[in-house]
C-alpha cells in the first residue's frame, strides 16, 4: 500500500508503548497497590492500553507491515525506560502512569499530525484518555492533602520520568535516523513551529503536574 | 437482596481468582513470553480474565455485597498459590495458564451450580474458555515435538499446580468453614455424588494435559 515513510515506525513505537504499558500497569497493580480497589482501577487503565494495543496491531496489518516487526526495532529502548523509572511505591506507579503516560502520548499525537495525517485521526482515537486518569488525579491529589511533604519526593520523580524518556527517545532517534529526519523535516521549515511544539508539550505537562498538586 | 447463604463467598473466591490471574499473567507475559507475538497472546488472555472479573464484580454489587470486603478473604491463599507456582520459563508459564486454571475454573463452576442454579448460569458465563486455550495448547505442543524430553518436567510442574491448588483449597476451607459446609453438605447426601464430581475434575484434568501432550 501507499503509505508515507515512517508511519510503520511510528504506529509501530506506538503499538509496543502501549504493550508495555499494559505490562507495567499490571505489574505496578499487582505490587504495589494498596487496596483491592486500588488495584482493580490501575488494572482497568492497564487493560485499556491493551485495548489501544490492538488496535494499532489491526492497524498495522491493515496497511500490510508485520506488526512484530514494526514494534522490535523499539523494544529495547520502551524497556529501558520501564526499567529506569520502575516505581518503588503505589505515588510513584500513579504518578508514572498519569504524567509519564501522558507527555509520552502528547508527543506521539503531534509527531501523527506531523507525519501523516491520515493516521493522525486513529492515533488520536487510540490515545484518548477518556478520563480514566481522574482515577490517579484522585488519589495523588489526596495523599498530598494528607502528607503535603510527599510534593517535592513526586516533583523530583516527575522530572526523573521526562528525563528518562527524553534519553530514550534520543537513543530511538539515533537507531532510527529515517523517522528522526522526517521528524525534523516536518517542522524544521518553520523554527518557531519547533518552539510551539516544545511550548505546547511543555504546557500540557504542567498542567499534569498542576492537576495533580505537585 | 434474598441470597443463598456462600454465594457472596463464592463469588468473592472467583472475582480475586480472576483478578489476580489477570496480574499475573500480565507479569509472566512481560517476563517470560519468547516473542512479541507470544507476548501479545498471552497478554490476551489477562485482559479475558480481567473482563471475567469485572462481571463478578459487578454481580456482586447487584446482589448488595460490597467486592472488595467479598474478595478480602481470599487475597491470601490465592496470592500464596500465585507466590509458589511462580513459572521459572515460557512453558511452564503456558501449563499454568491452561491447566492450573482449568482446574481451578472447573472447580469453581462445580461449587457454583451446588450452592445456587442462579448463578451458576452467570459463574457459567464469566468462566467460557472461547477458545483462547488453544493458544496454550498449540505453542506446548509444538515445544514438546521439538524437544520430547521437556514432558515428563511439565508433567511434574502441572502435578505441582494441582498440589499447591489443593492445599490452598483446604486452607480456605479451614479460614470458612460456612462455605465449605454448604459445599460439603449440598453433595454428603449423595456419597456417589463426590465420587462423580472427583472423577469429572479428574477427567478434564487428564484431558488439558493430553491435550498439551503431556
Known amino acids: 500500500m501507499n503509505q508515507s515513510p515512517g508511519v510503520v515506525d511510528l504506529l509501530g513505537v506506538l503499538a509496543y508503548a502501549e504493550l508495555s504499558a499494559f505490562l507495567r500497569l499490571a505489574e505496578d497493580a499487582a505490587l504495589l497497590a494498596p487496596t483491592l480497589g ?3 482501577a490501575l488494572g482497568e487503565l492497564a487493560v485499556a492500553e491493551y485495548g ?8 498495522l496489518g491493515e496497511i500490510g507491515a508485520d506488526p512484530d516487526a514494526a514494534m522490535a526495532p523499539f523494544v529495547e529502548s520502551l524497556d529501558a ?3 529506569q523509572t520502575r516505581p518503588a511505591d503505589w505515588l510513584q506507579a500513579l504518578v508514572k502512569a498519569y504524567v509519564g503516560t501522558g507527555i509520552a ?14 493516521i493522525a485521526a486513529l492515533v488520536d482515537e487510540v490515545l484518548v484518555d477518556e478520563g480514566r486518569s481522574e482515577f490517579a ?15 517535592g519526593r513526586l516533583a523530583l520523580w516527575a522530572r526523573r520520568l521526562v528525563g ?3 534519553s530514550q ?3 530511538v532517534a539515533a537507531e532510527r535516523p529515517e523517522l528522526a529526519r522526517l521528524l525534523v523535516e516536518a517542522v524544521a521549515e518553520d523554527q518557531a513551529e519547533i518552539s510551539r511544539l516544545f511550548a505546547r508539550l511543555t504546557e500540557a505537562h504542567g498542567k ?4 495533580m498538586g505537585i
Not at 484522585?138 to 503535603?148: T, W
Request: aromatic share 8%; proline share 4%; net charge positive.
Open 38 to 40: 486500588d488495584r482493580a
Open 52 to 59: 489501544h494495543f490492538k488496535l494499532l496491531s489491526r492497524k
Open 81 to 83: 525506560w520501564h526499567a
Open 105 to 118: 502520548l502528547d508527543f506521539y499525537r503531534e509527531a501523527a499530525r506531523r507525519l501523516d495525517p491520515a
Open 137 to 151: 488525579v484522585e488519589r495523588v491529589r489526596a495523599a498530598l492533602e494528607a502528607d503535603p511533604t510527599a510534593a
Open 164 to 166: 528518562e524518556a527524553l
Open 169 to 171: 527517545g534520543q537513543r
Open 208 to 211: 499534569r503536574m498542576a492537576a
